[in-house]
Nanobody, 125 residues
Framework: QVQLVESGGGSVQAGGSLRLSCAVS????????IGWFLQAPGKDRGGVAV????????SYADSVKGRFTISRDSTKNMVYLQMNSLTPEDTAMYYC??????????????????WGQGTQVTVSS
């Protein structure tokens, strides 16, 4: 089973940037889908970005395209989510997930079996 630990959340003003980090252990790092998800209070968890095995293919939710970038550092077994041009609507708990067991779409939370504890992102106007 994959273990995941997120970090890097915090408070930022609208228009600012944050970089979230996810430390991955317990699995062959290069063989797993790794995704970022968010959950705002009172709302369902939703997909943000995913990196497919190998790291060369990525996919993003429409709401973050052009603003967020998912990347991997295989030397450190880390996955990052660079978030730019943040808006108050991006305020949520952000989770890293792995161990994809679905057939698609890649950004459906139900298809991921391993989750981190989450890191809070708060964007003020």
């Amino acid at each position: 089973q994959v273990q995941l630990v997120e970090s890097g959340g915090g408070s930022v003003q609208a228009g600012g940037s944050l970089r979230l980090s996810c430390a991955v252990s317990g699995s062959s790092y290069s063989d797993v889908f790794i995704g970022w998800f968010l959950q705002a209070p009172g709302k369902d968890r939703g997909g943000v970005a995913v990196s497919l095995p190998g790291g060369s293919i990525t996919s993003y939710a429409d709401s973050v395209k052009g603003r967020f970038t998912i990347s991997r550092d295989s030397t450190k077994n880390m996955v990052y989510l660079q978030m730019n041009s943040l808006t108050p609507e991006d305020t949520a708990m952000y989770y890293c997930a792995a161990d994809f067991r679905g057939s698609g779409p890649w950004l459906a939370p139900r298809d991921y079996a391993s989750w981190g504890q989450g890191t809070q992102v708060t964007v003020s106007s």
